[in-house]
Structures are given as structure tokens and as C-alpha cells.
């Protein structure tokens, strides 16, 4: 891959410029961060050329570990790939791809979905992506819904590299990709699966997720205040109230 970065940095670095130029980014650390951005989006087209992968990705049903086998490629790399494949005329399976450190931050994003991600603070603990942390090389499959109805397929990865030595600790993080239930009959990774079973009540994060018998809720919704029963016991220990309006 870096070599892949270092073909294309010099190859298509006027093309680059010349599209952080349009997009009007205001700070040098925001332009270095949109160069490095597009750049990695190059390479990896250059390692997965859209046609060529596109029509792999539908031979196989999108499965991952096929195609990153087949195109020489990370883990990594081939989903976030797979959530890019959005050219008009030519479009792929509508994927989200994520990935999420052990402290539940987003520390790569891409999505083609309607999917939301959390900009801020942790993200939903009901969504699997936070239990493959603890199953390095298992595939977790789960159907969940969001607070407006939409169900996805949610697929997520554990994956851990070891550091190269006994004296620093080793990266360990998920992987999540994911997409609308009605693309599900396209992944390998639906079959067997009931899409009609009763689906996993997932949100972004707890301060604008509006569900409220929630177990694992840990802040109440920024448009809620928490009322405080003094002698009842529900699933959570407060219940949400509407905030005040000023008179």
C-alpha cells in the first residue's frame, strides 16, 4: 500500500491539489488531512481497480476474506474498499464501513448508507462492533434497527496485531461494514439468516438516541432531562422528561 501511496502522490499530485483547491479547506492541518485522504483513496484504487473488484466483490458475495486473498490486500483495506464502489452507472452494494478502538472511538469512517455514525463520544454498546473487540478472527452477524426504522446487516471483525515486541502492547480494534437489509440476498454472509426476526434496537450514541427503556443507556438524550423515581425500580434507574422551556 505505501508503495501504491507513493505512485500516486507523485502521479495524480496536481490532480490533488487541484481538488483541495475546490473544496475550499480553510487550515493547513485540514488540507494535509483532505491530501492524505485523497491520497489514500488513489491507492487504494490502485490496488483494487473499481471494475475489476466491483465484479469480483458480486462473484463472491462480497465475501472479505475471498476478495483480500484474491486482490493482495488487508482486511482493512478490502472493506473499506467495498464501501466506496458508488460510481454513477456502476454501482456496488451501499455499504457503512467503521472502524472502532477499544475505548469505542470512531477512528475511521466511510459510509454509503443513511447509516449515522457518533462525531462525539462513544457509540451504541448494543451495536456488535463493540463486542468483536473481544473475538479476534470471528465474523459477528447481527440484524439491528435504527430509532427511524431502518435495519441493516451489521458484519464486524476483531482484529489484533502484535507490536514486534515483548516491551510495547499490541493494536487490537473492529472492523464494521455493514448495509440495508434489502441487500442482504447479495452477502454471503446472510445465508441461513432469518432478515424477518426480530432485530436488535441499536441508536448512535445515548445523547440522541430517543429510545427510553434502554439497559445499557448511560445519558439521557440532549432534548430529555432524567426524572428520578424515589421508590419505584424500572430497567434503568431514571425515566426521561422533557426539558423545561423557558417562560
Known amino acids: 500500500f505505501q508503495m501504491a501511496y507513493q505512485i500516486v502522490a507523485e502521479d495524480l499530485g ?3 491539489e487541484a481538488e483541495l483547491a475546490a473544496a475550499g479547506l480553510r487550515s493547513p492541518a485540514a488540507q494535509a488531512i483532505g491530501r492524505i485522504s485523497l491520497t489514500n483513496y488513489a491507492a487504494g484504487a490502485l490496488l483494487l481497480p473499481y471494475e475489476a473488484f466491483r465484479a469480483r466483490a458480486m462473484a ?3 465475501d472479505v476474506d475471498r476478495l483480500a486473498l484474491q486482490f493482495q490486500t488487508s482486511f482493512e483495506q478490502t472493506c473499506h474498499r467495498l464501501s466506496t464502489l458508488q460510481r454513477p452507472g456502476s454501482r456496488g452494494v451501499p455499504f457503512y464501513f467503521l472502524r472502532v478502538d477499544r475505548a469505542g472511538n470512531i477512528t475511521k469512517r466511510h459510509s454509503a448508507t443513511r447509516f449515522q455514525f457518533a462525531r462525539f463520544g462513544g ?5 456488535n462492533i ?3 473487540l473481544d473475538g479476534a478472527g470471528q465474523t459477528l452477524i447481527q440484524l439491528a434497527e435504527m430509532p427511524d426504522g431502518e435495519r441493516y446487516l451489521c458484519l464486524a471483525w476483531g482484529i489484533e496485531k502484535r507490536s514486534g515486541s ?3 502492547p499490541g493494536r487490537r480494534y473492529a472492523l464494521g461494514l455493514g448495509c440495508d437489509v434489502q ?3 447479495a452477502l454471503v454472509y446472510a445465508d441461513g439468516l432469518d432478515l424477518k426476526a426480530r432485530t436488535t434496537p441499536i441508536g448512535v450514541s445515548c445523547r440522541i438516541c430517543e429510545r ?3 439497559r445499557q443507556r448511560a445519558f439521557p438524550p440532549i432534548d430529555r432531562a432524567l426524572a428520578v423515581p424515589g421508590a419505584e425500580r424500572s430497567i434503568v434507574p431514571f425515566t426521561l422528561r422533557p426539558l423545561k422551556t423557558p417562560a
Open 14 to 16: 496536481a490532480i490533488i
Open 60 to 62: 463472491t458475495r462480497h
Open 123 to 127: 457509540t451504541c454498546p448494543l451495536w
Open 130 to 132: 463493540h463486542e468483536a
Open 166 to 168: 515483548h516491551l510495547e
Open 183 to 185: 441487500h442482504a440476498s
Open 212 to 214: 427510553e427503556n434502554c
